[in-house]
């Protein structure tokens, strides 16, 4: 038997277990202690609301509902669906974008890495209405033409979504490529799969797969962005929910269409957010 004494405390690493316990306990208690304490905030501001807030006042200039009714079908119709194309579009332009950029940057060819890094840093720096602005009126004046138009509408807001979209999902698909085991590609490549093969058939859906939450986020806040697209001036059949809101707020200057555009919004964007949660509990289970 050896005479090394045992030591009385196990160790996890460099850090004994007691102390590891002592302190996952006390961040408990501080996260306790954080939401006990937003919910008495939360409580006091209701109070307030309550007891001082005109809610006669308030009902009859946000919540009329003759004025939301009168919202319908158009707010459905023409504004929540339009919404809908902008973001469709703008994310399968993000997408493919950020693919292409993701390939470059992982390329052995360095002018092709500095292209990837220039464009992915270049547009995750610019603000997105800044962009926007920039596609929109600086490009025709350029080049002297216009944007092409998809299903009536103009596709200049959409592409410079994309731009920015595909700027920060290069990042995310490129985690999502280096995530896939290289043994796989190892042994695509040894049954006589091209570079080209193994990255479509193999790599690609695979990475696709690792990254489903965040695309879903990404699809979320390009549904959000959509409300920057009214700068670029808009008709009543292009409007977006937010310029449609806005529209039918400075009729009246009744603010029951902004409340009306917010509640499609959320009707929209609740059902996604739940799902990443969903993906993202599945995949943690999966791993």
Not at 28 to 33: F, K, L, S, W
Not at 44 to 59: F, N, P, Q, S
Not at 101 to 111: E, H, N, Y
């Amino acid at each position: 038997m050896s005479d090394q004494p045992v030591a009385d405390v196990e160790q996890l690493g460099d850090v004994p277990v007691p102390e590891l316990y002592r302190s996952g306990r006390a961040k408990q208690r501080r996260a306790q202690r954080n939401r006990l304490l937003s919910y008495a905030v939360g409580i006091v501001v209701l109070a307030l609301a309550v007891t001082y807030g005109d809610w006669g006042k308030i009902h009859r200039l946000y919540f009329d509902w003759d004025r939301a009714k009168g919202l319908f079908p158009d707010i459905v119709t023409i504004a929540a669906k339009n919404t809908l194309i902008y973001t469709a579009f703008a994310f399968v332009g993000g997408v493919t974008i950020g693919l292409v950029m993701a390939v470059l940057k992982m390329s052995p060819i360095r002018p092709y890495r500095w292209f990837a890094t220039a464009y992915i840093e270049i547009f995750r720096g610019l603000p997105a209405l800044l962009t926007i602005l920039i596609v929109g009126f600086g490009v025709p004046t350029a080049f002297g033409t216009q944007f092409p138009v998809f299903f009536g509408l103009d596709t200049a807001g959409p592409i410079a979504l994309a731009l920015v979209a595909g700027a920060y999902l290069a990042e995310t698909l490129r985690a999502g490529v280096e995530g896939v085991p290289r043994g796989q590609l190892e042994a695509a490549r040894s049954l006589g799969m091209s570079q080209a093969q193994t990255l479509r058939t193999i790599v690609v859906p695979q990475a696709f797969r690792l990254v489903i939450p965040p695309l879903t986020n990404e699809v979320v806040l390009l549904l959000k962005d959509t409300a920057l697209l009214s700068t670029l001036g808009t008709t009543p059949a292009s409007v977006e929910l937010t310029k449609f809101g806005l529209d039918q707020f400075q009729k009246d200057f009744n603010g029951t269409p902004l409340i009306a555009a917010g509640v499609m919004y959320l009707i929209i964007t609740i059902p996604m957010t739940r799902l990443v949660a969903v993906l993202e509990r599945r995949m943690k289970v999966s791993r």
